[in-house]
């Protein structure tokens, strides 16, 4: 099925980078801390009470462990070194954490610090992580209560061009536009990114994020020039700064593919798609919601040019993997399942009436 931007109705799902700037990049994952099989803790070397995975880049059994465990572990770190990124981050692999190990951390973190000083180093970082996590689990309502309390707290405290301020504005808008709030999200970007670009510069890691968001809200409010304008411009210095494997790189590209997708640019839009996936399976994992989101609507794509068999084979490998990582009744997950029934109903359909 080939056509204009009006001529397929498989669209994509957006990859709205859940973090903003101080924590983590697009993330979405498992509902529960709960089981996941495999070998024992990596820390304690117990595999009794169930050990969860850490969700991030270790492979094999080098990523499971309790989140107590990891509690500890982050607790000892900032002890020794001043630094908190333990409470948030994998100290073998660097890749940030997401899913069950993300919120489970997120609330032991919080549930140890809520209850000191506002200016207090902790505070306002283990505020963020805990709405980060409550948005990667779909538990929107929650985030978004958590993130507009981070942000009076902030502009009271710290005023307004303070840049941990700007980082929840621009936390908050990723979390609107999530919802499908664009309008109210659109200003907030841009706010984030004039200060970006005036005091960070143009091709700072943070202004680049800014910029990729700020092009798919644009996307999604109709200004599709502006869009494709700024999703090149970033991706060419993103390839030039960061290096075209670089996670940032990657979403930035799978973004770019989305709005070629939404205006009927099909056969780019695969191209692209295909080649962030590959990377992404290999820098990140097959199973990381940045993996799973490009290959998704890479389906899209496919489904729009007629390629129904690939299509299908390959939205029930990527529904799989999310009802294991994710959980049955994670939004993503459900989306999905959505997606697979309309697919099969479509080509049900067009089998009928070619009768």
């Keep these: 099925m080939q056509g204009s931007a009006g001529g397929c109705r498989w669209r994509c799902r957006r990859n709205d980078p859940s973090r903003g700037y101080t924590t983590a990049a697009r993330p979405t994952p498992v509902a529960t801390a709960g089981a996941c099989d495999g070998g024992a803790c990596v820390i304690c070397l117990e595999s009794d009470p169930p050990h969860i995975q850490s969700g991030c880049a270790c492979r094999g059994d080098a990523g499971f462990a309790h989140v107590e465990c990891r509690a500890e572990a982050a607790t000892h770190r900032m002890t020794q070194s001043d630094a908190l990124d333990g409470w948030w981050k994998c100290g073998t692999c660097g890749q940030e954490f997401t899913g069950a190990m993300r919120l489970g951390l997120a609330e032991v973190w919080w549930s140890t610090v809520h209850h000191l000083p506002k200016d207090d180093k902790q505070q306002f970082p283990a505020a963020n992580i805990l709405a980060l996590a409550f948005q990667e689990q779909g538990r929107y309502p929650e985030a978004e209560a958590k993130y507009r309390e981070n942000l009076r707290v902030a502009r009271r405290g710290l005023g307004s061009e303070n840049p941990t301020t700007l980082d929840t504005v621009g936390n908050l808008a990723a979390l609107l536009s999530i919802q499908g709030k664009f309008i109210e999200a659109e200003p907030m970007y841009r706010e984030v990114i004039a200060f970006q670009r005036r005091v960070l510069g143009p091709e700072h890691e943070d202004t680049l994020r800014t910029a ?89 794509t496919l489904f729009c040019q007629g390629k129904h068999a690939e299509a299908k084979a390959m939205l029930r490998e990527v529904l799989e993997i999310q009802q294991r990582v994710l959980g049955p009744e994670h939004p993503d997950t459900v989306w999905m399942a959505n997606r697979l029934a309309e697919y099969v109903g479509a080509v049900k359909g067009t089998a009928d009436s070619a009768k």
Excluded at 213 to 242: D, F, P, W, Y
């Design 212 to 300: 990729e968001n700020l092009a798919n809200t644009l996307v999604r409010l109709g200004k599709h020039a502006e869009a494709k304008m700024m999703h090149r411009e970033t991706l060419a210095i993103q390839q030039r700064v960061l290096g075209p494997e670089h996670p940032t790189t990657l979403r930035t590209a799978a973004s770019a593919a989305s709005a070629l997708l939404t205006e009927g640019e099909f056969a780019e839009a695969e191209s692209i798609f295909r080649k962030t996936l590959a990377l992404q399976r290999r820098v990140l994992g097959p199973e990381h919601p940045s993996t799973l989101l490009t290959a998704g609507n890479l389906t899209s």
